[in-house]
């Protein structure tokens, strides 16, 4: 019955190969988003998406590629990994853009590139 | 750059004081919310307040709004060892669509 869930938990790759992480919610929210939180636990956003349209690109490189099949899922996909892509993503969910209402969090994705 | 600062980045108090914490923002915000974060989980949002309120309770928690200071505070009394995590404040300004997060206060509540 988890709200927002994210697979995997752990993540630990090379530098250069692609990877994937997914995001499902089922609280019937309409916006999604990823933040990455740093070692520092700087939490920054990287997008968001409402009714599976991009809202917000936050200058991140495009070597990260969000895709939202439908309004519950979000995956985030990053090819050609490299060291500083090392942290923790953070899905999450709400509803409506206006953050009148809080953000659902999912426990995170820790990746980790050696 | 972030948005808000909180302060103290660390605090370590025992069981049952109180513990308060403070956020200072840089822009006109439509509101303020807090949030806790535990290791290794992700965020809960523990209380939002609009900019026209100045105070709001819940339960062991008081959170003020001073937006002529462009300052919060989250205060957690008769703290407990499972109020151990991150805190974090969060601004919505409203212009760009985004919630913006703190640097976060680290609390350790011991026995």
């Known amino acids: 019955d988890t709200a927002v869930s994210q697979t995997p938990k752990y993540l630990v790759t090379q530098m250069g190969n692609d990877k994937s992480i997914k995001c499902e919610q089922n609280?019937?929210?309409?916006?999604m988003y990823w933040y990455k939180q740093d070692s520092k636990k700087f939490l920054k956003i990287m997008f968001s998406?409402?009714?599976?349209?991009?809202?917000i690109n936050e200058t991140v490189p495009n070597r990260f590629s969000p895709k939202s099949p439908d309004k519950a899922h979000l995956n985030l996909h990053i090819n050609s990994l490299e060291l500083g892509d090392s942290a923790v993503y953070f899905c999450?969910?709400?509803?409506?853009?206006?953050?009148?209402?809080?953000?659902?969090f999912g426990n995170g994705t820790r990746l980790t590139v050696t | 750059s972030q948005q808000g600062e909180e302060d103290p980045q660390a605090l370590s108090i025992q069981e049952g004081e109180n513990a308060t914490m403070n956020c200072s923002y840089k822009?006109?915000?439509?509101?303020l919310q807090w949030y806790r974060q535990n290791s290794g989980r992700g965020l809960v949002h523990l209380i939002l307040?609009?900019?026209?309120?100045r105070e709001k309770h819940s339960g062991r928690l008081r959170v003020t709004l001073d937006t002529s200071k462009k300052s919060s505070s989250l205060l957690i009394t008769a703290s407990r060892a499972a109020d151990t995590a991150s805190y974090f404040c969060?601004?919505?300004?409203?212009?760009?669509?985004?919630?913006?997060f703190g640097t976060g206060t680290r609390l350790q509540v011991t026995l």
């Open positions: 822009t006109s915000i439509n509101n």
């Open positions: 998406y409402n009714n599976k349209e991009l809202i």
């Open positions: 969060a601004t919505d300004t409203g212009t760009a669509s985004k919630l913006t």
């Open positions: 999450a969910s709400s509803q409506g853009q206006g953050f009148r209402l809080p953000l659902h």
């Open positions: 609280l019937g929210h309409d916006t």
């Open positions: 307040i609009r900019s026209n309120e």
